[in-house]
């Protein structure tokens, strides 16, 4: 990255992914108004300073009925009219494109601040049919047509690939389940933070806990969330202004060390038959990690202090695990084991509580990914907080392993 | 007073794992709240004890809570028994023994008699009263017992509700209440609010001193204006007659007469239940569990009380006044415009709007003036409030609508004006009083 183009982190906000907001009697652009002013009250900015915005989100026009999303930005304030906005979609990775288009947009010098907004309303169906919207994720009449609930059984192969090439045993998933949940009772915005879960309930197999595709059981699985989270990217002119009027030094004011964004190809069937060879089974999620890795200048996974991974499904953590080099490729149940996982362990995965237990708003949860990596290195992460976190990464994948968009963010 | 939790994180986790709560006996299980919280307690504690006075009755308590858990793992982690059998030898093995029997002063003592002889000499000892004194349940027991005594007060139903009381008494261990407190914050997910031992705690001191006023109400205006008038809008997803209800007339009984008989604050009279409610108790009238209360179902219609009567009409023959100022404001909360929405309702004219602002501008009053004697600050009142009661919390109302419309509004409504709010509003300074960033305000504020 070239010298002054570093793109920082003023902070931002999430609503609380536990609210119904179908049941609030609550409109979309509600969703978008709370999160946005929480976030400008968070960070102490006037709206006035916003230059532009981005909004990630996968499929409102199914879920709400509403298109345009980067318009209603500017129903949030008299001030944002007029400015210039925009939405992407890269289903569950829209949140991460919407922080790249920003981010690429302050080292290009086009703008000093944006407004990134990630936001997702999945409540307003039935579960079956959301499960039928998730499904155009994947190559929909290839993969989804006319199967219910398509994403658990695509994660459940990705189970039954590792199984296949390095063995996979149930009690390691329910393990990365409980994991999740427990670490989600201490978040105060997480959806799961009331629900009855342990390791005996993630591993029973009746009705309690049932199958919804392949060996995924409900325990292993993320939820149907309705959440926003609104954060804002600066450049380091405006970044310095920002920490002088707050009493701060720039340093004190984390910003985004490095990025990695792949695609890989849309099916399932081909992504795993294109890693045959390989030593990862996603070799392209695997790339997006070390690229970050290595824009940041950190050698490995030991050079961050925490992961906010993408816990779709316990499967896809199992891989994150690997993926990160945390172990050998296949190895991913010494960790678990090893209880390395955990907030005060030696690579703590998703202390937010992850997909999983923090829940899942679909376009939102790239963003709540970088908002709860900025609270960790900023010692804001509350009753989560892994201690002294310096440097934090993220990992956001859309599709059956798709496209994924991986950030770092430090001090 | 008790001092507002200042654990870190760091603390909560380190306390949480500072010790090993292997064992709870429940004591009451086959009540409401004895199999809610013993299902909760499985989450994380491998072995719960549920007693009751038989077998047969602790295994309807487990039946309960496994319906709640939704989970094996409830059956698999409890073993029932009953208080002549089995108690002496359950609680000698207990880390923790959690009082959930009726709310029976002498009913309580007794069973503690028991417990005191018979517990480990670090055994905790809670009890989920809801407003018995902490003090008076273990005076002139031993040291050992009152240092490990505290009231831990989860709200019904615990699965769902988080907000939960924490109280000690004069002797008890603050390394326990603190150990304590880091358990049910780290393990059960738990939001802890200490309070003073004062008549109801904080919750139900303020939430059934406006529950009891709409009861009041009721006997001139009717439920479904009641409910209406005190709907929603006003910061809460159920209206309090429903609540009512829901909790028990019974219930709803014991708590405003305990404060109305031990405490005698600005809004006295509030506290006292209504003639006509006494008089239905007696008839059996009790809410839900029974045939019914301010409402029943009859097939697909509700049946509406006249409380004066006693006599039930259907809801569709109950004409309303004009209300339409609630439309409007719903129709600016569904776009989170709470703040607009609540000045649409300051502003809203007519008798029955004005009844309505003197009940919100009641429960703010009396609130901020039991800082001092609940809790040490607004704070834990508003977040018993929040999350125990699931309405918007005093400074949420107050911040939403600023603090010189909320102090016009108790002066309207011809209600003693909290310092702490005059101060505020004097200073013509904006000031927040809910300092909560991970609670966001408006799910208190309900469209429709």
Redesign the interface.
């Known amino acids: 990255m070239a010298a002054g183009s570093e793109v920082y982190v003023l902070g931002g906000?999430q609503?609380?992914f536990a609210?119904n907001w179908t049941k609030?009697?609550?409109?979309f652009?509600?969703?978008m108004?709370?999160s946005v002013?929480?976030a400008l009250e968070?960070c102490e900015l006037a709206p006035e300073e916003i230059e532009s915005a981005h909004v990630g989100n996968f499929a409102a026009e199914l879920y709400c009925m509403q298109g345009h999303l980067g318009a209603f930005f500017t129903e949030v304030h008299p001030a944002f009219s007029g400015l210039p906005t925009g939405r992407h979609e890269a289903a569950c990775a829209s949140g991460s494109i919407a922080l790249l288009a920003a981010s690429a947009e302050i080292e290009a010098g086009r703008y000093d601040l944006q407004a990134v907004v990630g936001i997702e309303q999945m409540k307003t169906v039935s579960a079956s049919e959301g499960g039928a919207y998730l499904g155009t994720a994947a190559w929909y009449a290839e993969e989804a047509d006319g199967i219910e609930f398509p994403f658990p059984k695509l994660f459940g192969r990705l189970g039954d690939e590792y199984d296949k090439r390095y063995g996979l045993k149930d009690e390691h998933l329910a393990e990365i389940s409980r994991l999740n949940y427990?670490n989600?009772?201490?978040n105060?915005?997480a959806q799961t933070?009331?629900w009855?879960?342990?390791k005996?309930?993630a591993l029973?197999r009746?009705d309690?806990?049932p199958a919804v595709g392949g060996r995924i059981r409900i325990a292993d699985c993320s939820q149907v969330t309705d959440g926003a989270v609104t954060m804002f990217l600066a450049s380091r002119d405006y970044a310095e202004k920002y920490a002088r009027g707050m009493g701060k030094k720039l340093e004190d004011i984390p910003r985004i060390k490095g990025w990695g964004h792949n695609t890989a190809r849309l099916r399932f069937d081909d992504k795993v038959a294109e890693s045959q060879d390989d030593r990862f089974v996603l070799p392209h999620v695997r790339s997006t990690v070390t690229n970050a890795m290595k824009r940041a200048g950190i050698a490995d996974v030991n050079g961050v202090d925490g992961i906010e991974t993408h816990d779709c499904f316990t499967t896809s953590e199992y891989m994150a695990i690997d993926h990160f080099g945390i172990t050998e490729p296949g190895e991913s149940w010494k960790a678990v084991e090893a209880g390395w996982l955990e907030?005060?362990g030696k690579h703590p995965i998703n202390p937010s509580g992850g997909l999983i237990g923090a829940g899942h708003p679909v376009g939102a949860t790239g963003v709540r990914q970088l908002l709860d990596g900025y609270k960790q290195v900023t010692g804001t992460?509350?009753?989560?907080?892994v201690?002294g976190a310096k440097n934090f990464q993220t990992l956001n994948i859309g599709g059956s392993g798709t496209t994924s968009v991986s950030f770092i963010i430090g001090r | 007073m008790p001092a507002s939790s200042q654990l870190s994180p760091a603390q909560v986790r380190e306390l949480a794992r500072s010790r090993n709560l292997q064992h709870v006996v429940v004591l009451g299980a086959n009540g409401t709240m004895g199999f809610g919280s013993g299902a909760l307690f499985t989450q994380a504690v491998p072995r719960v004890t549920f007693l009751a006075r038989s077998k047969a009755k602790a295994e309807e308590g487990l039946a309960a809570a496994i319906g709640q858990g939704r989970s094996p793992t409830v059956a698999s982690r409890v073993e029932c028994g009953d208080y002549d059998g089995d108690l002496e030898r359950a609680v000698g093995e207990a880390d923790l023994v959690f009082e959930a029997l009726t709310e029976d002063f002498e009913i309580k003592k007794e069973i503690f008699d028991r417990v005191e002889k018979a517990r480990r000499d670090d055994g905790i000892v809670a009890t989920v009263t809801s407003g018995l004194s902490i003090n008076a349940l273990c005076k002139g027991r031993s040291d050992s017992f009152r240092k490990n005594f505290l009231g831990l007060h989860f709200f019904n139903p615990p699965n769902v509700i988080t907000g939960t009381e924490l109280i000690a008494g004069d002797d008890t261990d603050p390394a326990v209440v603190d150990f304590v407190e880091a358990f049910c914050r780290a393990h059960l997910g738990r939001e802890m609010i200490r309070t003073a031992d004062t008549p109801a705690f904080a919750g139900n001191r303020v939430g059934f001193k406006v529950l009891n006023e709409a009861a009041q109400l009721a006997d001139e205006l009717g439920p479904v204006l009641v409910d209406r008038l005190v709907g929603p809008y006003t910061g809460r997803a159920l209206t309090p007659l429903a609540t009512i209800d829901l909790v028990g007339w019974d219930i709803h009984r014991a708590i405003v007469d305990n404060v109305y008989e031990n405490t005698n604050d600005e809004a006295h009279e509030t506290n006292k239940l209504p003639e006509t409610m006494a008089k239905l108790i007696e008839k059996g009238v009790l809410g839900d569990k029974t045939d019914g209360g301010f409402f029943k179902r009859d097939g697909k219609a509700r049946l509406v009380l006249d409380p004066v009567s006693g006599d039930y009409k259907p809801e569709a023959e109950i004409r309303l006044p004009d209300l339409g100022y609630i439309d409007q404001v719903s129709s600016l909360y569904s776009q989170a415009r709470y703040g607009e929405g609540l000045q649409v309702f300051l502003a809203a004219e007519g008798e029955y709007a004005a009844i309505a602002r003197k009940v919100v501008a009641g429960y703010i009053s009396y609130a901020f003036h039991r800082v001092g004697e609940v809790t040490d600050t607004i704070n834990g009142i508003d977040r018993i409030m929040g999350m125990g009661f699931n309405w918007a919390p005093p400074s949420v109302l107050v911040d939403t609508m600023g603090s010189a419309s909320a102090v016009s509004m108790i002066e309207g409504a011809g209600l003693p004006v909290p310092e702490l709010l005059a101060e505020a509003a004097r200073s013509g300074e904006p000031k927040r009083f809910f300092h909560h960033p991970t609670i966001n305000a408006g799910r208190f504020f309900v469209a429709g």
């Open positions: 906000f609503t609380d609210r609030e009697n609550k409109h652009s509600a969703l108004r709370e002013l929480g968070a427990d989600a009772k201490l105060a915005n933070r009331t009855y879960m342990n005996e309930h029973c009746t309690d806990n907030i005060d992460a509350g009753d989560y907080q201690e």
